[in-house]
């Protein structure tokens, strides 16, 4: 019988079916970070439980960090949360990224650069994007706090097998597209509820063209089309990046882990539930219009009108937005002005990112009145880009080059968007408020973003000198 | 955990689609590292005026009809984006024990389970059905029997619900996750065991 990948990590990991009752699913990986864990420590010690395999957790501290002055945290709630993630994490005993470590940075950054999630792995965390691990081709998922508690305590999950869907890319990316645009003009087929129930695997010639950088960028925001998870087939692009990592298999063991992780490809023929194809010459770059991950057009679009919407929710979802994004139906995107601009985020804070706004900001000045600031998603991003000199590219533009953190992408440290302002921001979610009360967000690219600083609106950057 | 009992409450309209768990609780208020006290801001960004603390009488569960509900009527893909506990927490600390609505975002749907509070999904027809009786009789009180997987109105809706079996029996019972599970020791034991002979890399070297 043929299985998918899905299928083959989901036996893989079954621990046990009973008749009455949930499927267990033994959890290999667990992340941490401080907002969402405090609870679930405290339900243990409540019950008496113990952590049970120390070994399968790493920690960060991340969301409440502020990106200047970081040790310097002025909100008493945030700091107490920073120091009860410290206390229980040196109670149990478990892997810290904390804050004065050279590693730290944002949870999904990290991991994968120390190589802790591999193939075929079941991996959670207390947040959603743990989707960004998929692009391993490990079932990553996030998961609420008493999950958290959960997966401690007994290093499994209750679990429901997810349908299944393939979302095949093929063909060739237009120039300054990347895997940002691939993942929002995938969410704008699909809609931010099209994934629901759906396990994602990403497939197709445009997918295995990506980088692991690319990979983990479009697995990131398969929880914005409202998958369980994204997928994509681990191969050579995946070992090669694994091989050498801290926490990588080594020795005898790298052919058989590899060996392995071969094995667990989609087999020829596997049936899926769903099928979402897109060609890759049609994705433009993207720029998301309203207040919704699927409210997201082409640069070269226009803002759309709530007639353009046969379906009445989403016509009254579009009137909705563009009353909070103060925009007019039928205004071009490339005359949206911009106050902010923000680099950075899990999805999009890593190397690549840096290295492709760097190459829009030679040279060039931010545009009068814009405020733009790079977060490099963890401490040795950052100090690879100072390698190579980036920082000075962005602070002779006029940037900011800030320390690692979640910062503006979800705006609880410190960084957000005053009342009305609106930003174009790398990051993932555009909800209302998101960035800052009243706050407008655009999702964009990195180089979207970069070429927007400079112009002070956005540009379709394939025509823009 | 509460076990769910059967109950007849006030069912508040929030006729919305997509409300995502950063409206539910706005990120500046998930600083707390205890599970409780997160009632009062519940919508907080929606439920007041800019000085943060009088009530925005524009917002609909600040209507007086609506004090004390514990029956939420919402529109498709409620509680999407952040995985954030503390939405239900909120909710359930707010005083809502059953949220309904045509579709649920994955993680908030579990999540609502672990902290018993029913999450109910009807076609959209039901859905405008319920809606349209509470807008036309505000304060209306709706009858949810989790045993019959029955919503019952005054006006003559009994609407049937499905619900996981093992979910259902969870709620009824105020059964702990963990307390389940663990009953399942050897078998998680017995997994481990295979596992480090299978995947030696996995596991710290003994
Ligand atoms: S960068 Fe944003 S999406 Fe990523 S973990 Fe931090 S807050 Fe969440």
């Known amino acids: ?465 | 955990m509460q076990p769910y009992i059967k109950h007849t409450s006030i069912a508040a309209l929030m006729d919305r689609s997509n409300v995502d768990t950063d409206q539910i609780i706005p990120k500046n208020f998930m600083k707390k590292v205890e599970r409780t006290g997160f009632g009062i801001n519940l919508f907080h960004n929606w439920r007041y005026l800019a000085d943060n603390i009088t009530p925005n009488p524009e917002f609909e569960l600040n209507k007086p009809a609506f004090k004390g509900a514990k029956i939420l009527v919402a529109g498709e893909n409620f509680g999407c984006g952040s995985s954030r506990e503390h939405a239900p927490w909120a909710i359930a600390d707010y005083g809502f024990n059953t949220v309904i609505s045509t579709s649920f975002a994955d993680i908030f749907y579990s999540n609502c389970f672990k902290n018993s509070i029913l999450p109910i999904i009807v076609t959209d027809e039901q859905l405008a059905a319920l809606m349209a009786e509470i807008a036309g009789n505000e304060g209306v009180e709706f009858t949810v029997d989790l045993e019959a997987q029955k919503v019952i109105t005054p006006g003559g809706l009994s609407i049937s619900f499905e619900v996981d079996a093992f979910r259902k029996e969870s709620l009824l019972d105020g059964l702990d996750d963990i307390a389940w599970t663990l009953k399942h020791e050897e078998q998680i034991s017995t997994y481990e065991a295979a596992q480090r002979k299978r995947l030696p890399w996995l596991w710290p070297s003994a």
């Open chain 1, 1 to 465: 019988m043929t299985r998918t990948m899905y299928e083959k990590i989901w036996d893989a990991n079954l621990v046990h079916e009973p008749e009455a009752g949930s499927p267990l699913l033994f959890v290999d990986r667990h992340l941490m970070h401080e907002v969402t864990s405090p609870q679930a420590f405290e339900g243990l010690r409540l019950q008496n439980r113990k952590v049970r395999n120390v070994h399968s957790i790493l920690g960060t501290i991340d969301h409440c960090v502020p990106t200047k002055d970081r040790f310097n945290i002025v909100d008493v709630i945030a700091k107490k949360q920073v120091e009860t993630m410290t206390a229980n994490c040196e109670e149990n005993e478990i892997n810290l990224y904390g804050m004065d470590s050279n590693q730290n940075g944002v949870i999904h950054i990290v991991v994968p650069e120390h190589g802790f999630v591999h193939p075929g792995m079941v991996v959670c965390c207390g947040d959603s994007h743990t989707a960004t691990h998929g692009a391993f081709g490990a079932l990553a998922f996030g998961i609420g706090t008493s999950e958290v508690e959960h997966v401690m305590a007994t290093q499994t999950l209750q679990q429901k097998k997810a349908k299944t869907m393939l979302v095949k890319v093929e063909g060739k990316l237009p120039a300054f597209s990347t895997a940002k645009d691939i993942a929002l003009a995938i969410i704008a087929k699909t809609g931010t509820a099209g994934g629901t129930g759906y396990v994602m695997e990403f497939a197709g010639n445009t997918i295995t063209d990506l980088t692991m950088e690319g990979r983990m960028t479009l697995c990131n925001m398969a929880i914005e089309a409202g998958a369980r998870a994204g997928l994509v087939a681990p191969d050579q692009v995946t070992f090669d990046y694994l091989e050498g990592k801290e926490f990588a298999p080594k020795g005898d063991e790298w052919p058989m882990a590899v060996e392995y992780w071969k094995s667990l490809v989609s087999d020829e023929g596997a049936e899926f539930d769903a099928l979402v194809e897109l060609k890759a010459e049609d994705i433009a770059p993207q720029v998301s219009w309203g207040t919704s991950p699927e409210q997201v057009i082409s640069v070269t679009g226009v803002v759309p009108s709530p007639s353009d919407f046969t379906n009445e929710v989403k016509s009254q979802a579009c009137t909705n937005a563009l009353k909070y994004m103060a925009l007019e139906a039928g205004q071009k995107i490339t005359d949206i002005h911009i106050d902010v601009v923000f680099i950075g985020s899990c999805t999009n804070g890593r190397i690549e990112d840096f290295r492709a706004a760097a190459e829009l900001l030679k040279g060039k000045k931010v545009a009068d009145g814009v405020q733009a600031f790079a977060v490099p998603g963890s401490f040795p991003v950052k100090v690879q880009a100072e390698k190579e000199g980036l920082d000075k590219i962005f602070i002779d533009a006029g940037w900011e080059w800030r320390d690692p953190g979640c910062s503006m992408c979800l705006a609880m440290n410190g960084d957000e968007l005053e009342d009305g302002q609106r930003s174009a921001s790398t990051s993932n979610r555009n909800f209302e408020g998101r960035q800052g009360k009243g706050g407008r967000t655009h999702l964009v690219s990195p180089a979207m973003a970069a070429a927007a600083s400079v112009a002070g609106h956005f540009v379709d950057i394939r025509d823009w000198k």
